[in-house]
């Protein structure tokens, strides 16, 4: 039932930024884990950044420095902070949640995804 939306994609030249927005219709302190995940054309979808509801935070090496994850609670939001943006950034990028029920099973929630065009 958790519904996602992300906004905050364009066209940008490489050395510009971005902040994309996830807003959830459930309340972020109910799910497991936030992750943005990107899809590259020709690409397996990979995961860029993670945080964990205890706020343990992964990303993934190509943006390590880069980008930002962060969440508002208060309003149900998550961030991803583009900075530095490079052409091999450009893709489909997807807000995704999982969220565990007190039974173990693992339900997944993806937005319908945003894109970001990073030109040379």
């Known amino acids: 039932q958790v519904q996602l939306v992300e906004s905050g994609g364009g066209l940008v030249q490489a050395g510009g930024s971005l902040r994309l927005t996830c807003t959830a219709s459930?309340?972020?302190?109910?799910?497991?884990?936030i992750a943005w995940i990107r899809q590259a054309p020709g690409n397996q979808r990979e995961s860029v950044a993670h945080i964990t509801a205890a706020g343990v935070i992964d990303y993934a090496d190509s943006v390590k420095g880069r980008f930002t994850i962060s969440r508002d609670n208060a309003k149900n939001m998550v961030y991803l902070q583009m900075n530095r943006l490079k052409p091999e950034d450009t893709g489909v990028y997807f807000c995704?949640?999982?969220?565990?029920?007190?039974?173990?099973?693992?339900?997944?929630?993806w937005g319908q995804g945003t894109q970001v065009t990073v030109s040379s």
């Open positions: 459930g309340s972020f302190l109910s799910f497991d884990s």
């Open positions: 995704h949640v999982v969220e565990i029920s007190p039974s173990g099973y693992a339900n997944n929630y």
